[in-house]
């Protein structure tokens, strides 16, 4: 197979908080020829940066909860525990986003940062990529509700110790990409972290 697609024709859908682009296309198949014409909606000019705040000497990680609209339905409260994070402008780097939303969300200065990957969210349905970091940060005074009045933000600082924030890996709180890989690569590479940061 060589992997080759053909984009027939594209074009807006939707223009609001959301951009959708409709897709007709065709594609080489693993058995050989091209498929049929398919019709595809994807959201565009979604990227994203987040980051773990994490405290080697406290041992404390430091997250956020806020109100989420894709868990209205699906979850029993729709307050989700999170990674900081938010939406890349064009013009700015994926650190500098990193420090910018530690800042407005959590009220917490990075000092240094350690990249642990970028992945795509949902490539069925869009472009979103997510940056993901891992920020050493000062976790003790780390506490009260933050976010943008302009952009609607309501987020509350949740602090936790290393292991309890890992553990909710398993008590199904810890339910996002982000927040999952994060504290998976966390519970991977806590000491290798520590040693790196504290000496």
Partial sequence: ?????????????????????????????????????????????????????????????????QFRIGAVGQEAVPWVLETVGGFMPAD?????V??????EEANCEIARLEPIC????????SVDR????????DASNAQGVHGLDHEGEDIRVVV????????????GRANSTSIIIALQWLAMNREVIRQKWLF
């Fill in 92 to 96: 700015e780097s994926d650190e500098s």
């Fill in 130 to 137: 997510i940056a993901l970091f891992c920020g050493e940060v």
């Fill in 160 to 171: 936790m110790d290393a292991e309890e924030a890992i553990g909710e890996l398993y008590t």
């Fill in 118 to 125: 970028g992945f795509m969210v949902s490539p069925g349905i």
């Fill in 98 to 103: 990193a420090r910018r939303e530690a800042i």
């Fill in 1 to 65: 197979m060589n992997y080759q697609y053909e984009i027939v024709e594209s074009g807006p859908v939707y223009r609001g908080f959301l951009k959708i682009n409709r897709y007709l296309l065709k594609h080489d198949l693993y058995m050989g020829g091209e498929s049929v014409p398919l019709i595809r909606e994807r959201l565009e000019q979604l990227r994203a940066v987040s980051v773990l705040l994490y405290d080697p000497r406290l041992d404390k990680v430091v997250l956020v909860e």
